[in-house]
């Protein structure tokens, strides 16, 4: 039967109730006006009838992909201005030539890396979504690069884009408070991203078996990372004062650390604190941020020898509904690499 406009007792907004085709709706219109409520009606009705003919994907807009994609799991980083500009667009209607405009619209004076990282990189997350729930067709979105004959020589290294040898970073690590020294210690010792620290919580970690599942990486797949020995005692540590229900890595005051949409941040004052005591005790350390811990994992796993689908595996390694309970995956290869990571002995006399 076709879609009606009802009233619940008590209730002051319409109700839509009904079925187009096999569709059954019984949805608020989320207003009292019956004229405005009888628009949302025809245009609910075309809708249905869209869908029972050519499918699901004919009306699923960016907005509700992206809201799926997030209860399923994915990083809201970086992702709200999209929505802002894309929500209410269906996905069948979204091209190439309107991820480039959103990205120069927002983005204008930015890098090329920086449109890609904020702009392109959720956007590809939340298109891969949908395709794999059959709202989308698979694409080949194309990235910002840079102009040819743009390069420029650098004045000044940015810290946390090189490695630095595990003795420098001990130091570093040493010289700060215990909250941030933990999460610091955890990155040179999984080659996680900060962000996916900050998010990881207890029930993603089985210090048994030396495992760690990201639910939301970068790329919107889940993946496994192996667990150092060293940081073995760290993580029971952390899981026995753990909810379950929380994130492992809190500040010292015991909360989440807080992420940030437009960038870091949870780090900065223990950074710059560590930075300024180091230079007080004449021993400057400006080159180690969180980022370096990744950089310098991947860069030790090179010198150790680690065959590289074994190191490819650490840092992008996706997992199944089956791998998530910490079955049928190779781990024994990855965490003989992880350990090949060294341990300074600074480093294992921290507390």
């Known amino acids: 039967m076709p879609l009606k406009l009802v009233r619940r007792p008590g209730s002051l907004n319409w109700i839509l109730r009904g079925s187009v085709r096999g569709l059954r709706v019984n949805e608020s219109t989320k207003t009292p006006d019956k004229d405005a409520a009888e628009i949302i009606r025809i245009i609910r009705e075309r809708s249905l009838l869209e869908e029972s003919i050519f499918g699901k994907k004919v009306n699923v807009t960016f907005q509700e992909a992206a809201d799926?994609?997030?209860?399923?799991?994915?990083?809201a980083r970086y992702l709200s201005k999209l929505t802002d500009l894309l929500g209410p667009k269906p996905l069948r209607e979204i091209n190439q030539r309107d991820v480039d405009a959103l990205a120069f619209k927002v983005y204008r004076h930015a890098l090329p890396e920086t449109r890609n990282r904020q702009c392109y990189t959720?956007?590809?997350a939340v298109w891969n979504y949908a395709v794999k729930n059959d709202w989308a067709d698979l694409r080949k979105w194309q990235r910002p690069r840079k102009a040819k004959g743009t390069a420029t020589r650098r004045t000044s290294?940015?810290?946390?884009?090189?490695?630095?040898?595990?003795?420098?970073?001990?130091?570093?690590?040493?010289?700060?408070?215990?909250?941030?020294?933990?999460?610091m210690t955890a990155l040179f010792y999984t080659g996680m991203r900060p962000i996916e620290l900050f998010t990881l919580e207890a029930t993603d970690v089985n210090v048994e078996k030396r495992w760690i599942v990201v639910g939301s990486s970068k790329t919107g797949e889940p993946r496994g990372?192996?667990?150092?020995?060293?940081?073995?005692?760290?993580?029971?540590?952390?899981?026995?004062?753990?909810?379950?229900?929380?994130?492992?890595?809190?500040?010292f005051k015991g909360h989440p650390y807080t992420i940030f949409e437009a960038g870091g941040g949870q780090l900065k004052g223990s950074i710059d604190g560590t930075r300024k005591r180091l230079a007080e005790a004449s021993t400057p350390i400006l080159d180690i941020s969180p980022y370096t811990a990744r950089h310098t994992v991947s860069t030790q796993m090179v010198v150790n020898g680690v065959h590289p689908p074994i190191k490819d595996q650490i840092f992008r390694h996706a997992v199944d509904d089956m791998s998530r309970h910490y079955t049928d995956v190779p781990r024994e290869p990855l965490l003989q690499a992880i350990n090949t990571l060294?341990?300074?002995e600074l480093w294992r006399s921290l507390p």
């Open 342 to 344: 060294p341990v300074p």
């Open 68 to 75: 799926a994609y997030l209860h399923g799991g994915g990083s």
């Open 157 to 183: 290294s940015r810290s946390g884009n090189r490695p630095v040898e595990y003795e420098r970073a001990a130091i570093f690590v040493s010289n700060m408070s215990p909250a941030p020294a933990m999460v």
């Open 122 to 124: 959720p956007f590809i």
């Open 225 to 251: 990372v192996p667990m150092h020995e060293f940081l073995v005692p760290l993580f029971k540590s952390l899981l026995k004062r753990s909810d379950r229900r929380r994130q492992v890595f809190r500040t």
